[in-house]
């Protein structure tokens, strides 16, 4: 056994056991504060309006900025993570996150409101969600898919509570004093963040190499000192930071990955145009129920639903996906959640009655569940995992920007034309094109890449070819079905 081996397996003892599930149940406490908190904006929504005397445009850009940012500081965070551990951003987030909301509560204007609660806790929800997403890589070998999954139930109850303990605050205290104690409860992100104490890993184990890559523009760097250019030439100088500041791109923002791999290319594009219309329901259903006579309860108790159903049906969706027979078509899965929820939402159309709405609930849970249980596992499918934190920072980036944008133009259209049924024509014209496009798109790909391969088969010594194959990628082969090659081909 090599020393690099011995020092992995020794390395090991620490994860999978032990504080590890002290760490995987800070992370559920941890994404139920932070991406289930933005669901029960909607409770709020006909009491600002009043307060500020706003338009419905205006105010649905304060959860709209909050969301915008909470998936769009990606990079900002991945920067934060490897300068300073995950435990300081965790801890970092949650102050920001508590200090937003505290502020929030004194806010004399809306626009006030877009800065606190918006951008201030929007910025810590980022901070402490993906943080505590990163550490689970440390902390899980063996059974990190499962802690994943685990961990991803907080957000379902976030959905479940959230909501039911906003409409309460809000019926007893105002919304003042709600966020006043908002603040105290996001805190609490800082309690999850002491426990992701740093762990020990053993040299050999370390989760990337230690051993530097020779970076772009380097070798130019070489040449022109070896031509007898001083490192403190304006020109030189002036070539070092271009390099750099491409190199920072393209560590975090991956767009050589978007403009060469065409499973990525479609993917991005396909969810950036879908997020103009998932968040839709999530803020605009409870206005919509109290504005067609349901009591705030009950309608408050709506979301709820929403996110009791998750609980159960997102791990199950993410087991599912994970069997092998899916493997290379979850983004057939992936745009059969979308369509599902695109047509769910002509239920609200019908009928705003609150059986009716319970119904749309229910099935719309169920769709949500599939969305986000699949939309990380096919991003992994389209990009290769030494890439994946890049291609990540692009992708969230991009969604954020059509969820900064898409809840406040639907919410100019229900001003001008004072309808909220067109909150849910909105939703599904985006929901239901999204999924068509990423469906057929990939399906056409997949038939390129086949003719492709074949006509290759045939040009190229059918033995060599043969050899070539399994004698480079033999793992890979058995891991994974050649149908997951045209995701990942270029």
């Not at 029960?40 to 105010?59: N, P």
């Not at 809306?110 to 689970?136: D, E, M, P, R």
């Not at 990337?208 to 760097?221: F, L, N, Y």
């Not at 391969?453 to 891991?479: C, G, V």
Request: glycine residues 8%; hydrophobic residues 45%.
């Amino acid at each position: 056994m090599s020393q690099g081996e011995a020092a992995g397996r020794g390395a090991a003892k620490p994860q999978d056991q032990g504080w590890a599930w002290m760490v995987l149940l800070a992370a559920v406490v941890l994404q139920g504060l932070t991406l289930g908190f933005p669901c029960c904006i909607g409770v709020f929504f006909t009491d600002l309006q009043h307060e500020f005397q706003a338009s419905y445009s205006e105010t649905s850009w304060f959860p709209s900025i909050m969301v915008a940012v909470l998936h769009g500081g990606g990079p900002l965070c991945s920067i934060l993570v490897k300068r300073f551990g995950c435990r300081f951003a965790v801890m970092l987030g949650g102050l920001l996150s508590g200090l937003g909301m505290v502020s929030s509560s004194f806010c004399k204007s809306i626009s006030q409101l877009y800065l606190t609660a918006g951008l201030i806790t929007g910025l810590g929800s980022c901070f402490s969600f993906q943080a505590g997403v990163t550490v689970l890589g440390y902390y899980f070998v063996r059974w990190r898919t499962l802690a994943n999954a685990v961990a991803s139930t907080g957000v379902s109850l976030g959905f479940t509570l959230w909501p039911l303990l906003s409409q309460y605050l809000l019926d007893e205290m105002g919304w003042r004093n709600t966020f006043l104690i908002f603040g105290g409860v996001l805190l609490n992100c800082c309690v999850c963040g002491a426990i992701m104490r740093p762990i020990q890993l053993a040299s050999g184990s370390l989760p990337q190499s230690a051993k530097p890559k020779e970076q772009p523009g380097s070798r130019a760097e070489e040449a022109q000192l070896s031509n007898g250019a001083s490192p403190h030439h304006p020109t030189l100088q002036q070539h070092t930071k271009r390099t750099k500041c491409f190199q920072m791109l393209q560590k975090y923002l991956a767009f050589d990955i978007f403009c060469q791999n065409k499973g990525y290319q479609i993917y991005t594009i396909g969810v950036t145009w879908m997020m103009m219309g998932f968040a839709l329901p999530h803020v605009y259903l409870v206005p919509y129920a109290t504005h067609n006579g349901v009591e705030e309860r009950k309608a408050a108790l709506l979301i709820s639903i929403i996110g009791f159903i998750n609980i159960f049906i997102r791990p199950f969706t993410g087991l599912l996906s994970g069997h092998r027979v899916f493997t290379g078509r979850r983004i057939y899965l992936f745009s059969l959640a979308v369509l599902l929820c695109g047509l769910s939402n002509f239920i609200c159309v019908i009928s705003a009655e609150f059986s009716v709405l319970i119904l749309y609930c229910i099935i719309l849970s169920i769709a949500m569940s599939g969305v986000g249980a699949l939309t990380f596992q096919v991003l992994m499918d389209v990009v290769e995992m030494d890439r994946f934190s890049s291609a990540l920072g692009l992708f969230t980036i991009l969604e954020s920007i059509t969820l900064l944008i898409g809840l406040p133009l639907t919410g100019l259209l229900v001003d001008i034309t004072s309808d909220f049924h067109y909150v849910f024509y909105n939703s599904s014209f985006f929901l239901i094109s999204a999924a068509l496009f990423m469906g057929l798109s990939f399906c056409a790909l997949e038939k390129k890449n086949k003719l492709r391969e074949a006509s290759k088969a045939h040009l190229d010594n059918p033995s060599r070819y043969q050899y070539s194959e399994t004698s480079t990628e033999p793992k890979a082969e058995s891991q994974s079905p050649p149908a997951v090659e045209y995701i990942t081909s270029i």
